[in-house]
């Protein structure tokens, strides 16, 4: 079955220690999603690629960065956690960015800082 | 800054009845409108869209827009304890970017 996987679906880290989380999806869509989501929020759009172009949200903190090598692949990578950086982090997809097309979303990866 | 809206709940019904949730959104201009189911834990799961107004059915559940209104609602019939989640209203901004509400906690008591 096509779908969005990402690894590990939990993860705990020390307060300041770099941390990288992946998502692969076997849909072959264009567009590949990060989200934050707290306890009882709407998911956070962090920023998306389009294919190999990066787009990040203008609120996004510089300690998140993201890495997309191929079409399947894209990375979460928080430089320095803090504690405030516990969260759910959703990956998602779609076709393409354009007004209309779904998002689907991977099962997330629960980010603990300690 | 566009926004969209969801009474927070709990909204709690019995099985077997009706649920009906709504969402209303401020930009006028948007063209589309997802819900997504959320378990306790759990990552968003798309169950229905509607891009015109009118109603849409899809097995127990249907989707109502209403674009004059700015107004979107999701009725689930027959409503079962495993519908109980927090229901998430989503509308499509101009490009392709999700402007979510906060989710609307359903529980259907047995």
């Known amino acids: 079955d096509a779908m969005v996987i990402q690894n590990p679906r939990y993860q705990v880290t020390q307060f300041g220690k770099p941390v990288t989380l992946s998502c692969s999806q076997t849909?072959?869509?264009?567009?590949m999603y990060w989200y934050q989501q707290k306890s009882s929020q709407a998911p956070k759009l962090l920023f998306h690629y389009y294919d190999k172009d990066f787009n990040n949200e203008a609120d996004t903190p510089d300690n998140f960065q993201s890495r997309r090598p191929n079409t399947s692949f894209c990375f979460l990578d928080i430089r320095s956690p803090g504690l405030g950086d516990a969260a759910m982090y959703l990956c998602?997809?779609?076709?393409?960015?354009?007004?209309?097309?779904?998002?689907?979303f991977g099962p997330g990866t629960r980010l603990t800082v300690t | 800054q566009k926004e969209v809206e969801q009474n927070s709940g709990p909204l709690s019904v019995p099985e077997g009845a009706i649920a009906s949730l709504n969402c209303t959104y401020s930009d006028r201009g948007s063209q589309s409108f997802f819900w997504y189911r959320q378990y306790s834990g759990k990552s968003p799961e798309l169950i229905m869209f509607i891009y015109s107004n009118g109603d849409k059915e899809d097995g127990r559940f249907t989707a109502q827009l209403n674009k004059a209104s700015q107004y979107v609602s999701l009725l689930i019939r027959d409503s079962q304890p495993s519908d109980s989640a927090t229901y998430l209203c989503a509308v499509g901004g101009s490009q392709g970017n999700l402007i979510f509400g906060k989710g609307t906690k359903l529980s259907v008591k047995p």
């Open positions: 998602a997809t779609s076709r393409e960015y354009l007004a209309g097309y779904e998002q689907y």
């Open positions: 849909l072959n869509h264009n567009v």
